[in-house]
């Protein structure tokens, strides 16, 4: 049976000595109290937390798991390159095949560069994006999460209005609002920031949307701005190509991250030829970029993406959850709004202005075993079986089951804070 004592006990050490106890998107401060915030070990599909429960997990590390956790293919290359060596005085040479696999699978890459989080990619794409152009302004979609540094973390703290002093704001995924953004900053634009379609916390996800990627295409041609597709979420969990490859979009940078090394620590700013002049008059580095274990991680895992059906099965699996969940909420009398590419499931209740039923909800299914997340979107990975959907079906009816024999108003606001974000939320999308 569900027990947290371990858990308890971890985050009251980890508040005497981590500042907040944890921070970052990981944190579990905004979500129901009975989330576990420390896991112990992970194998395929599932996780086990610090009190040893096992889930059926629905957020993959926030993204990164991609396969299944510890993939024997990926864990045994990761495996042999520590034996050669990881951290060196240089690359490794399997630094430049991860360059020309990358090249070869995608349309948008003519060129390939690693760093480690999706922060560095896209901070590193406005600096490329301004040393090719001379130009100033970054146009950014309002309340789009694009990584942590000052030009563009979420949170204020900290930040000066000078961070963001050349950066613009225009309606995430709207052609119109860009068009309107583009003309008013006409003659000093660097990029354009894009994701393939909404995936932001608290908010309904959108599909990629033809008309708008060809309108920024086209915006940005017009101008001589850099268009910046951040895939940062969403790389190789929609297509083996770019995200907007199949709309006959070619964005000039992309950045990737997260699953490239299927969890080893690893990102990368891909782009097209006219971009490489800037890109190699940049002083951009680390430490740690040029680590020959997550290279050799990502070797592996691009060729699985290449040569397995790994993407089919994430449709088919994430399908079925959709449908499931769809079936099993109007049996009991809910109206849940799924939205975006099932692959990367966005969960939230109709009618839940608090989220009082999707916290209550979410954590029903958490102490049934089915890691689900409130407000953030979800992931599938290529390890989950049609059994652990049916496995997980069997909980969320369960939870809904709770969830109904529940007196609606005496559902607890589990973090008021959460009123905030739902009204910023609201207030970027009306
Ligand atoms: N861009 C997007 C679209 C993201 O989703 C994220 C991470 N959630 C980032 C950038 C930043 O990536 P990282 O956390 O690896 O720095």
């Known amino acids: 049976s569900w027990t947290n004592s371990r858990n308890a006990e971890l985050k009251q050490r980890a508040a005497q000595v981590i500042p907040g106890g944890m921070y970052g998107h990981e944190s579990t401060a905004l979500l129901p109290a009975d989330f576990p915030q420390f896991f112990r070990r992970a194998e395929g599909t599932r996780l086990w937390d610090a009190d040893d429960n096992e889930y059926i997990d629905y957020m993959c590390a926030y993204g990164p798991n991609l396969l299944g956790y510890r993939q024997p293919e990926v864990d045994a290359a990761v495996r042999a390159q520590m034996q050669l060596g990881d951290t060196l005085t240089g690359p490794s040479e399997i630094m430049v095949t991860l360059a020309e696999d990358m090249v070869a699978m995608l349309s948008p890459a003519d060129w390939a560069m690693f760093c480690k989080n999706g922060t560095d990619a896209t901070s590193m794409a406005t600096v490329i994006a301004r040393a090719h152009t001379g130009k ?249 079986t049609e059994t652990d959907v049916a496995q997980t079906l069997e909980a969320t009816d369960a939870a809904f089951t709770a969830l109904k024999a529940q007196d609606r108003a005496g559902l607890p606001l589990e973090r008021p804070v959460v009123r905030d974000r739902l009204e910023r939320a609201a207030l970027l999308s009306a």
């Open 136 to 384: 100033r302004k970054i146009l950014v979609g309002k309340g789009v999460y694009h990584g942590a540094a000052p030009w563009c973390t979420p949170g204020p703290a900290g930040i000066l209005s000078e961070d963001r002093g050349h950066i613009v704001y225009y309606r995430d995924q709207d052609p119109q609002s860009l068009a309107e953004a583009v003309a008013a900053h006409a003659g000093d634009i660097a990029a354009v920031f894009a994701t393939p379609f909404r995936h932001e916390t608290f908010r309904d996800q959108s599909e990629p949307d033809a008309t708008f990627a060809r309108e920024a295409r086209r915006l940005c041609d017009a101008e001589g701005a850099v268009l910046v597709l951040d895939e940062v979420r969403a790389a190789f969990r929609l297509s083996r190509d770019g995200a907007w490859a199949a709309l006959g979009v070619k964005p000039d940078l992309t950045s990737i991250g997260k699953v490239i090394g299927n969890g080893q620590p690893i990102s990368a700013l891909v782009g097209l030829e006219p971009l490489r002049k800037a890109a190699s008059s940049v002083y951009v580095t680390g430490s740690f970029w040029f680590s020959a274990v997550p290279m050799a991680a990502a070797v592996a895992t691009l060729k699985i993406i290449r040569e397995s059906d790994y993407l089919e099965r994430l449709q088919r699996t994430g399908r079925l959850l959709r449908e499931g969940l769809a079936a099993q909420a109007a049996a009991h009398g809910f109206a849940l709004r799924q939205t975006g590419p099932v692959q990367m499931p966005q969960i939230l209740f109709e009618d839940d202005p608090e989220m009082r039923l999707g916290y209550f909800w979410a954590a029903a299914a958490v102490r049934r075993g089915v890691y689900l997340h409130p407000y953030h979107n979800m992931f599938i990975n290529a390890a989950l």
